[in-house]
């Protein structure tokens, strides 16, 4: 195929930068399907969780009858509940779904199988939250114990998932590998994952601005006629509702394009580790040579 993008080969940052997006042109119809298939149950459940979350607050903050003000307050509690679970699942789902995409792809040469990789994305579900919850809690704990660590193991432990599908490794040797992987390329690495953390948080802010904007002037700060109730009930406003859920919707989707970029970049440093990509194609070579 022309169009096939081979993944399993070194990379500079300009050419991860550009084989990322050239990945997404040349796919975004089947890949956005699949992406969809399987991620929207998660995605609608997490969406709905929001609007109700944000209703709520709205109706904590207004000043009103204690007994509505309770039910409201146990109506956000359980929404943002519903919220944070549906987040952790979206995530998961999202990530895994866009890798077990790309391994379909590189296995077939171009092509993906759609039963195997939403199968596969159901079986490694629990690895992947498993795996997300220890890396976000010693990414956390590196901040919290100075700046510095916490930069430095995000580095590495953002390719823990990557490791575990291209490589079929368990959880915890994921989350050790990337150190191994990384070593003697973690500014090179840093900086990759830097200009594309970047590229994703501008995108992802112009997304943002319209229901920013909206709220901004519906509580009429433009005017100078702000009014206190104006700001509780900005919250409930459907509108703003509506664009706040458009915004998450957008960065999710956006995201797919670091989850992208973080393969290329696995693949880049493997191939100088281990020269996978290098043998395969010597393998390949050779077999068609017998043909």
Not at 38 to 59: N, R
Not at 173 to 189: A, I, N, P, R
Not at 260 to 265: H, N, S, T
Request: glycine share 8%; with cysteine.
């Amino acid at each position: 195929m022309n169009n096939y993008i081979h993944f399993k080969k070194q990379r500079e940052l300009g050419e991860i930068l550009s084989d990322t997006f050239a990945f997404l042109r040349s796919q975004f119809k089947p890949f956005i399907a699949t992406y969809f298939k399987i991620v929207t149950p998660y995605l609608l459940i997490m969406l709905i969780a929001v609007g109700f979350y944000l209703y709520a607050f709205s109706s904590v903050l207004n000043i009103g009858s204690s007994s509505g003000s309770l039910v409201s307050g146990v109506t956000m509690m359980i929404s943002g509940l519903v919220f944070l679970v549906a987040m952790i699942l979206v995530y998961a789902v999202s990530q895994s779904t866009v890798l077990h995409y790309i391994k379909s792809y590189t296995e077939l040469q171009g092509q993906t199988d759609f039963d195997k990789i939403r199968r596969e994305v159901y079986d490694s579900l629990w690895s992947f939250i498993g795996l997300g919850i220890i890396v976000v809690l010693s990414i956390v704990v590196g901040f919290i114990c100075c700046f510095l660590p916490g930069i430095y193991l995000a580095v590495p432990l953002s390719l823990s998932f990557s490791i575990m599908i291209f490589m079929n490794k368990s959880v915890g040797e994921s989350f050790s590998y990337g150190f191994t992987l990384v070593k003697d390329e973690w500014w090179m690495t840093f900086a990759t994952l830097l200009v594309v953390g970047i590229i994703v948080g501008v995108a992802g802010y112009a997304f943002s601005l319209p229901a920013q904007i909206y709220q901004i002037a519906s509580m009429g700060i433009f005017s100078g006629e702000m009014d206190a109730l104006d700001v509780n009930s900005g919250f409930m406003d459907p509108v703003y509702i509506i664009l706040y859920m458009i915004s998450t919707l957008a960065q999710m989707l956006l995201n797919t394009i670091s989850i992208i970029a973080g393969a290329f970049i696995f693949f880049n440093l493997n191939e100088k580790k281990n020269f996978t990509g290098t043998f395969e194609r010597i393998q390949n070579l050779g077999k068609t040579n017998e043909e």
